[in-house]
């Protein structure tokens, strides 16, 4: 029976559901001591002194920590593989608390109590002596003549890294392609564009908090039980910031209740091991406020995009520009990976006849750090590319879905940097299909009409793609095991992470469908111990079923080819090797059957390669007759007084390969011009993601995607204040995500092609989601109104600003 392609019930879901299912505080020991975190009330300087005289003596104190008392030890935080060439290392631009100030609410000292009262009031009583220095919570402050370099030990300036990219014909700046534009076709023929499209700062708002607690063992182990995406990097990181062996350090990772990116990053789990170790091993827990992990741990980056078009009044798109900021905060994190990731889709999205130039700057500021966030920078190229191409369109008066079939990423294509190749292509069947089941061509001729009043229509569209992990960029690997159980059932270990995603599911029907053994009876791992599970780098990239998932097959035929070999040994020595065993007959039985067969006499030798594993059961290969259950098999592998073999399988994949997926999204919607509120009526979402091993879980993966992309374009944005660098609006009242009352019906499709690179044909899908919505509301808006909306997220605030500032609505003064 088939796994792959089924709609299985998520095998976390009654666990889940019942609330059986244990995260990090579920598995808190008694009489756990209490960490809490002292951040700075100042964004840019130095602490000169911290007085603990007065904390100390609230009762219930155990110890006090600030940031002269930690190792003099700068450490990376991102989520990445790590690299043997130093050149690909990430920054090591912290320490597990900072005396050097770079954002407002930095980590500077730490509490240990008996109680989370006495921690909290001991926090109180930390007398602070600051050196301050001037706040810049911009890139242009930061990037101004005179402005202070942050980390002066690893920059001069301000800039992290600048990137420039070029793709075409020939290695063409813009004026140089604007300038070949005009003598090829006319400076009649052509139109040019000049926009600055914005983003903003976003928290990730996952539902659980960054939650950690830490012990020594009596053999000195450090383990740490936390809420991470990267359980294996995690224990890396953190022994490089206490500096101690890795082996030392022990990460479990139990179930988590989300991460987005946010915990693609090492945050407090290192500093939470050194609480421990400075309090005699004793567990510390450390969870974090949900203010503080709005303003303290990581953020979408803010990216700015100054942008240059040149189109043929036809719809050719000639040349383009990007020159694009992303406000990195004030610590590295993934650094410039994002803000490069942005870059690529921008050049790649679309195929210029002349050519791309992007520049792509990375900045160090005041602001809140920025790290990981699901998309990984495309989110924000998306809405500067699909804002651009609208633009464009509507000067030349060309159909929105037209222009882009005419222009996009085309079949085949691969990428002249890095190689990244479109393997299967779907992403022109997936608008042809999105545009027919949202009535594009009925829609847009309706709204085209002249409409008046205070609620207009519009509809609008928005294209993308996304690579599937992080090959050849950076390394791809991962490792599975099987375990045969007694009963012949198995349990199925991944270093890979669930995070609330569907990947243990995924992966429960790879195993399946590769082993043979029945879905039901496969038995995987939630948690991760990497003392015991397998090597992963991670759940990031959406690389999991596609990475992670080869290494689950490749574990899965492994594992059968080991099965089948122990049947060949019973099946040829049934009668002598097996008298004193119960199942004597039944085996017996198989090996007359399988001779039958095969037409062979009783002395000829049974080969595995006439033997399959179905269904749970040794059958004869081609017929698929069955011959012996994998039970009997298990429990005489296990218990044979001639011959016990345990049965298991682990295998590394080293994936050499990447693809693209797309997809488009459409959105209709009905814009209330004084209040400036757009009601989405009708929104439809197809993805090219070559095979979809479940469609249920898929869906759910879209449709969580969809919501998120809806809270960037329409209400999300991190508002810091530019004198402070303290952010206004740290909690779930004043920053703005959907909820169930804000998020419409949202319709999913498919185009399924097989990928040649999948484990089955399957490509990325967790992050693709989260891109197109916001791009396709704006061009529903912009049909609608006439407005371009260039800033995101578009509030009412800024909808009512635009419509009033276009004449579309009247100022009411009130006497």
């Known amino acids: 029976m088939r796994a792959v392609g089924k709609d299985k019930i998520r095998v976390d879901a009654y666990g889940k559901v019942t609330g059986e299912a244990k995260y990090t505080a579920d598995l808190e020991p008694k009489n756990i001591l209490h960490g809490k975190v002292y951040h700075s009330t100042i964004g840019n300087g130095l602490v000169k002194s911290i007085d603990t005289s007065e904390a100390e003596k609230v009762p219930g104190v155990v110890k006090i920590l600030t940031c002269f008392d930690v190792p003099d030890i700068q450490f990376p935080t991102a989520g990445h593989p790590w690299s043997v060439e130093k050149a690909h290392q990430d920054i090591c631009d912290r320490k597990l608390l900072n005396q050097r100030v770079r954002i407002y609410g930095d980590d500077i000292a730490c509490v240990i109590a008996e109680n989370e009262v006495a921690c909290d009031q001991a926090l109180r009583l930390l007398k602070v002596e600051y050196e301050e220095y001037p706040v810049m919570t911009t890139v242009e402050e930061a990037l101004a003549e005179g402005a202070q370099a942050l980390h002066p030990d690893l920059r001069k300036d301000n800039v992290i890294v600048h990137s420039h990219m070029t793709m ?17 076709y006319g400076e009649e023929n052509i139109v040019t564009h000049e926009q600055v499209y914005d983003t903003p700062k ?21 383990t740490i039980v936390c809420s991470t995406q990267i359980p294996h990097i995690v224990r890396l990181y953190t022994a490089m910031a206490l500096g101690v062996p890795a082996g030392r350090v022990r990460i479990i990772k139990p179930y988590i209740g989300g991460g987005f990116g946010n915990k693609q990053d090492v945050l407090y789990e290192p500093l939470n091991a050194y609480m421990s170790m400075q309090v005699g091993g004793r567990p510390v827990r450390l969870e974090i406020s949900r203010e503080e992990t709005i303003y303290g741990t990581r953020t979408r980056h803010q990216i700015t995009g100054h942008t240059k078009a040149v189109v043929t009044k036809d719809g050719q798109i000639l040349s383009r520009k990007m020159e694009a900021f992303a406000n990195n905060g004030g610590y590295a994190s993934h650094g410039h990976a994002i803000c490069a990731n942005c870059g690529n889709v921008f050049k790649e999205l679309y195929i210029d006849k002349i050519g791309t130039e992007v520049d792509c700057w990375t900045v160090y500021t005041n602001a809140p750090t920025a790290g990981a966030m699901r998309g990984y920078g495309i989110p924000q190229s998306v809405w500067i590319t699909e804002c651009l191409i609208d633009d464009l369109a509507r000067k030349i008066g060309m159909d929105p879905l037209e222009i882009r079939l005419k222009n996009c990423i ?3 294509f691969k990428d002249p940097h890095n190689g990244i190749t479109f393997h299967s292509y779907g992403l022109k069947e997936a608008m042809l299909k999105g545009a027919e089941l949202a009535k594009w061509k009925e829609k847009r001729a309706e709204y085209d009409k002249p409409q008046s009043g205070d609620k207009r229509r519009g509809i609008g569209m928005a294209i993308f793609c996304y690579k599937t992990g992080v090959h050849p960029i950076a390394l791809e690997t991962a490792a599975a ?10 349990q199925l270990f991944m270093g890979a992470t669930e995070i609330g995603q569907g990947a243990d599911t995924v992966f429960t029907q790879m195993a399946a469908e590769a082993s043979g053994i029945r879905y039901e009876e496969v038995y995987i791992g939630s948690t991760q111990d990497t003392d015991t599970s397998p090597f992963d780098t991670g759940a990031y990239a959406s690389r999991q079923t596609y990475v992670s998932g080869m290494a689950c097959k490749k574990v899965a035929e492994e594992f059968k080819d080991r099965i089948l070999d122990y049947a060949e040994y019973m099946l040829n020595n049934a009668v002598q090797d097996f008298s004193k065993t119960v199942y004597v007959e039944e085996v017996s039985a198989a090996a007359k059957k399988i001779r039958e067969l095969l037409s062979v006499s009783e002395e000829t030798e049974i080969s595995k390669d006439s033997l399959d594993l179905v269904d749970s059961q040794i059958v004869e290969k081609k017929s698929g007759n069955p011959l012996l259950p994998l039970a009997i098999l298990a429990d005489t592998a296990f218990y044979s007084l001639d011959k016990s073999v345990h049965i298991a399988a682990e295998c590394t994949n080293h994936c050499k390969s990447n693809t693209f997926s797309s997809g488009v999204c459409y959105a209709e919607v009905e814009v209330d011009m004084p209040l400036g ?19 249920d879980t898929a869906r759910g993966q879209v449709h969580g995607g969809m919501a998120q992309s809806l809270g960037f374009g329409l209400s999300e944005d991190l508002l810091v204040d530019p004198k402070t660098g303290k952010v206004l609006n740290a909690n779930l009242l004043d920053f703005k995500i ?3 009352m804000d998020v419409p019906d949202l319709e999913v499709d498919f185009v399924e092609l097989e990928d040649p690179t999948g484990p089955y ?15 396709a509301v704006r061009n529903a808006i912009l049909q609608a109104t006439g407005v371009a909306m260039n800033v995101a997220p578009m509030t009412s605030q800024r909808l009512t600003d635009a419509f009033r500032e276009a004449g579309l609505i009247k100022t009411i003064s009130v006497d």
């Open 738 to 740: 959907p909820t169930a």
């Open 410 to 412: 085309p079949a085949g």
């Open 202 to 222: 976003i928290s990730h708002c996952h539902i659980e908090l960054p939650v950690s607690f830490a012990y020594v063992d009596v053999n000195d182990k450090i």
């Open 481 to 490: 095991r099987m375990v045969l159980n007694q009963d012949g059932s198995c």
């Open 677 to 695: 509120l757009v009601e989405i009526l009708r929104i439809v979402e197809v993805h090219d993601s070559g095979i979809i091993i479940n469609h």
């Open 168 to 184: 075409g014909e020939k290695d063409y700046t813009f004026e140089e392609g604007l300038k070949k534009a005009k003598e090829e």
């Open 761 to 775: 044909g399957n490509k990325s899908l967790g992050e693709p989601p989260v891109i197109a919505a916001a791009p």
